[in-house]
């Protein structure tokens, strides 16, 4: 293979070669990297196509010991038949200059969203919390599923869709055995210690004031603009926390309505994971609800297409 020619993985195998990795635990060192200077994160930046045709998203990011920086870019194209979505990832290399990998970022992104926020609700959930909630079915969701369900001795792990079909009930019960799909949204709330909110919704899909006692909430990004799973006025009732403090407050929907009315500010957040892992920050009492929001980050692409590289030369 040419030094100027990355070398390419498709879906299928991002998704093969993903299995190989302890993906929460790259995700810590590159938080803990962050909190020491050696990582920079810089902002999302978003390019408009003219027209009203689309746009794009770019997330860079940089690992200072590994040598590496990237950019994951993301199109969204309008069409006639319906809007088209894709990512990729790029790998280059701080020594040479040259390409190292690029990545179709489809699993990347599954994966790296629903890692954070195990890594998230490890660093913040109780340590005897027992009832885990899940709301959502579809990939993202089974993903978080596959990435929670050892953190905590889990008593009872409920999950709520208004979407499970026999297919998707299959893939979940395969993840997790003990897995409890109930009818009703008030059914997985009950009682739960944690709930991770796992929808492409651009409302709220629940209200954190209802719930009968304070829980860990996390929830993630869609493409919907200012796309938001809980209430905005929810933020001023919470102990808020996030991926990383200086990006989400410009992209989390929630956070964005809520500081136009003047309801919030962002420095209101009590931490982000790469304070939270360097102890700069301790967990959270439970007095009131915790939130987590995560939007993604750059360098959480960056990281992981960095294992894919290394695992694929290894092999090779």
Known sequence: MSGHTPFVIDSQQAHRLLQQIDVPQILRKLFRDLAAGKAVQPAQQLVEFPQGAGDFINYLGVLADDQVYGVKTSPYIVREQGPLVTAWTLLMSMRSGQPLLLCDAAELTTARTAATTAVAVDAL?????????????????????????????????????????????????????????????????????????????????????????????????????????????????????????????????????????????????????????????????YERPVFFRSIGLGLEDVALANALYHLHHKAS
């Open 125 to 285: 959930a109780p340590l005897d919390a027992r009832r885990l909630a899940i709301v959502g079915s579809g990939p993202l969701a089974q993903a978080h599923l596959h990435y929670a369900k050892g953190l905590r001795d889990w008593q009872d792990i409920s999950l709520y869709s208004p979407n499970v079909n026999a297919e998707k009930r299959l893939r979940l019960t395969a993840i997790e055995p003990r897995l409890r799909i109930v009818e009703q949204l008030e059914q997985a709330l009950e009682d739960a210690d944690v709930i991770l909110l796992c929808t492409s919704s651009a409302t709220p899909v629940m209200d954190p004031g209802q719930l009968r006692k304070p829980a860990l909430i996390t929830s993630i990004s869609t493409n919907a603009v200012r796309a938001h799973e809980v209430p905005p006025q929810a933020l001023s009732d919470m102990q808020v926390y996030c991926d990383y403090r200086k990006t989400t407050p410009g992209a989390a929907g929630e956070m964005l309505i809520a500081a136009s009315q003047h309801a919030w500010h962002a420095d209101k957040i009590r931490g982000d994971l790469a304070e939270l892992l360097s102890e700069q920050t301790p967990r959270p009492t």
